[in-house]
């Protein structure tokens, strides 16, 4: 799943910590919600959590917020788990209601934005959130700011070396019990790191070749983006230190990145230079992504 990191969407999630809760949540941790969520919660989203209670009004209340990570189908293909990041629990919680009007929402706050009428459809677990009413909801818990902002600073850069050199020197002796409190999350496929990476190596799989497609939308069109996929080595989820430089990292096409994670045939092999990967149908020797190999894969206009 692709996802434009330069505009996040703003979301609530409906997270229930004063009665028990029919799904597999996990505060802080995994967010489990049914399929007919997943076109409303994306890789990169900021949320705002939300306790409801129809019939008690002291239990109507925001009290945390977070960055969503990975999104993975739950065995069933019938629920999915978002992962959370950067999970922040406030302090104190913050009443549903405005402070200056007692019948008004805050999530009524620029509510044309997001939805056409001012009250919020409670009894939708995952719902649009406007810059207005999340920043609000921020300032009204004392969190001035929030580590999910910086995603636009990283894809300001303009030269896709000094992105990575400075996505590396981010994370590269970060602690794994860090992890969730930094950008490195958001290196999943379509983040900073693979459009930087491809623009430097070409859209294209590093073990089969395949070439990217070429992306849909004029702002697409204008920059020549194609589509591929980025694959960490050493996943994500396992949070080990290092795992989000670059030279843990290749490109992939959708039919490889799939076989990687679930074909019965994967045999890998990691060096200090050098990553031996071998599919079913497809094998390679890649050059690990290191900042030294990428100088030599930079063209003359991309050279700094």
Partial sequence: MEYNFEHPMKIILSQKIETASDYEDKPFSIYHFPESYINQIHPGDQFIYHQGNKSRKDQRYYFGCGVIGQIEPSDDGQHYYAEILNGIQFKKVI???SPTDSDSYL??????DVRIKPTP????????????AYYEILRLANIESFIGDEASQIESYVNPLSTLQNLNSK???LPPKERNKRLQV???RGSSVTKALKSILGPKCQICGWKGFEKRGKEAAKN???????HHLNQVSEKSQGSLCTDNIILVCPNCHREIHYGKKLDLEITDTSI???LSNHSAQIPKNTIEHLKTKMSPLQNP
């Fill in 276 to 278: 031996s990967i071998a």
């Fill in 107 to 112: 999530e009524s706050i620029d509510y044309k």
């Fill in 121 to 132: 459809a409670w009894q939708n677990s995952i719902r649009k959130l406007s810059d207005g």
């Fill in 224 to 230: 020549n983006d194609c589509f591929i996929e980025a």
């Fill in 171 to 173: 994370f590269r002796d």
């Fill in 186 to 188: 958001y290196l999943d």
């Fill in 95 to 97: 009443p549903i209601y």
